[in-house]
C-alpha cells in the first residue's frame, strides 16, 4: 500500500498528504477539539456534524457535491454514463 504512494506521484507534499490520509494523521477539527486546540468539533463546511476525516472527505454534504462534480467531469470527459462509484 505505502509503496503504492511513490508510483501515483512526485510530489512530496501530495506524497505526505496520502500517507496522512492512509495513516488516519490528517489534521480535522475532531481532533483539534479533543487536544482543546478549538471550542467546537463540527465541521467547517457544513457545521452539522462533527469533522472526522470519513465526514470531511467522504459524508459532509458539501463534499458530496465535490464528488458528483468529478463525477460529472470524468463521464463527460470519458464520453461515458457509466456509474462511477466513490467509497471509503
Partial sequence: MFGQIMKITFDTKLRSF???Y????V?????????G???SS?????SALSE????????CPNVQLFWCQIKNVLNEKLNTSSEIMFTY
Fill in 18 to 20: 496520502q500517507y496522512k
Fill in 22 to 25: 492512509l495513516m488516519h494523521i
Fill in 27 to 35: 489534521p480535522n477539527n475532531e481532533k483539534f477539539f479533543k487536544y
Fill in 37 to 39: 486546540m478549538i471550542e
Fill in 42 to 46: 463540527l465541521c467547517d463546511f457544513c
Fill in 52 to 59: 472526522s476525516n470519513i465526514h470531511l472527505f467522504w459524508e
